[in-house]
């Protein structure tokens, strides 16, 4: 991930800058980065999680690729500055490598029980685009689509990893650089007729005006903004006017992803729906199961918010949905609230990531 994290501000031309507060399990993207200063890498190790955030929201206000590295704990005290980057509507990618919980929990398990966390645990209507990883190796290329992401929305997105990849290992292929995506940058310096929140209108990003750059004076802040003007406002059909804008902002970034392609079957019995580092015992529990004739499929997905748009499609195909999951159900309630599908959870809550030999089980028991 850190080497992802690297390569998005080189793609990028722009210095990269983690602010950080040591925790277990993020803590190695920390140590890996501080070693990159020839890359144009600044770390800075924050006296606590409020202050490891609000230093990357600086940078980003500045002009950096910034980022800033946590577990479940440290989202909980970061949520009230994340809000903050959703108003000001920064581009800053936020690391969750989750750990089991709550509070100070399990710190060296692993879990991925902070999915609800990242969608809605902000006060207010404040959404975020979410990505996930599903393997160690493609930590990188999350990392890379994170970054793309942040700054061609000019929003804030978070990463849910968790600590079984993180502590995970697998053959990776570096790529070539010309492999890699192109993340274009855009800074204001015109300025007339400058508006701080004039929108682009296929995006609805707001220009990305480095302080200093003569005439684009404006204010920043977590007030709530009049449209387009960016000064303070408290009119009630603005601030509904805003709210809407920047939910209708994320929910752009499903244009800009690709739709699911189910592994397997492209319809059948069973269709399993995960996400996160599961994908390993579930690949293999899928490839078993269908060699002894099942007709099952296995969506693994990238992007948890927005979702790909052609998922509610896919679920139709099968008769039956399983979604294995390190918590008590999140992604499921997720799929029933949105599509009204019976999908079935499968939940593990012990620290551990689940064995093929469980998913084949449930596999079984289901399909019977």
Request: hydrophobic share 40%.
């Amino acid at each position: 991930m850190a080497l992802g994290f690297i390569a998005a501000s080189q793609r990028a031309g722009l210095p990269l800058f983690l602010g950080s507060y040591p925790i277990t399990p993020a803590s190695d993207i920390l140590h890996e980065l501080s070693q990159y200063k020839d890359f144009g890498v600044t770390t800075f190790q924050a006296e606590d999680e409020i202050a490891a955030v609000t230093s990357a929201i600086g940078a980003a206000y500045a002009g950096a690729l910034a980022l800033t590295t946590t577990s479940g704990p440290g989202m909980a005290l970061k949520t009230e500055d994340i809000g903050l980057a959703v108003a000001v509507e920064l581009p800053l990618v936020i690391c969750d490598i989750q750990r089991g919980g709550p509070s100070t929990g399990l710190p060296t398990k692993t879990e991925q029980a902070d999915l609800l966390q990242a969608l809605f645990g902000r006060n207010s209507e404040a959404p975020i685009p979410v990505v996930a990883p599903s393997t160690p190796g493609d930590c990188f290329w999350v990392a890379l689509e994170a970054c793309r992401i942040a700054v061609k929305y000019m929003v804030p997105v978070i990463i849910l990893s968790d600590g079984y990849l993180a502590n995970g290992a697998e053959p990776w292929k570096i790529p070539e650089v010309s492999e890699l995506p192109e993340i274009p940058i855009h800074f204001e310096t015109n300025p007339v007729d400058f508006q701080p929140y004039r929108r682009n209108p296929q995006t609805l990003a707001r220009p990305w005006a480095i302080p200093g750059t003569p005439g684009l004076e404006h204010r920043i802040g977590g007030i709530e903004k009049q449209d387009v003007t960016g000064n303070i406002n408290y009119d009630p059909l603005n601030h509904e006017h805003m709210v809407r804008t920047r939910a209708a902002k994320v929910e752009a970034v499903a244009d800009d992803i690709p739709d699911v392609v189910p592994e397997g079957d492209p319809s059948g019995d069973l269709l399993i729906v995960a996400w996160g580092s599961t994908h390993g015992p579930i690949t293999a529990a899928l490839k078993a199961q269908r060699a002894k004739g099942a007709r099952i499929g296995h969506v693994h997905l990238r992007h948890l918010n927005p979702l790909p748009k052609n998922l509610g499609e896919v679920l139709k195909q099968y008769r039956q949905v399983l979604v294995p999951e390190m918590n008590m159900g999140q992604l499921v309630m997720i799929l029933r609230a949105k599509f009204l599908v019976d999908a079935q959870g499968f939940n593990k809550i012990q620290g551990k990531p689940f064995k093929q030999a469980e998913i084949e089980g449930k596999i079984e028991e289901m399909l019977s």
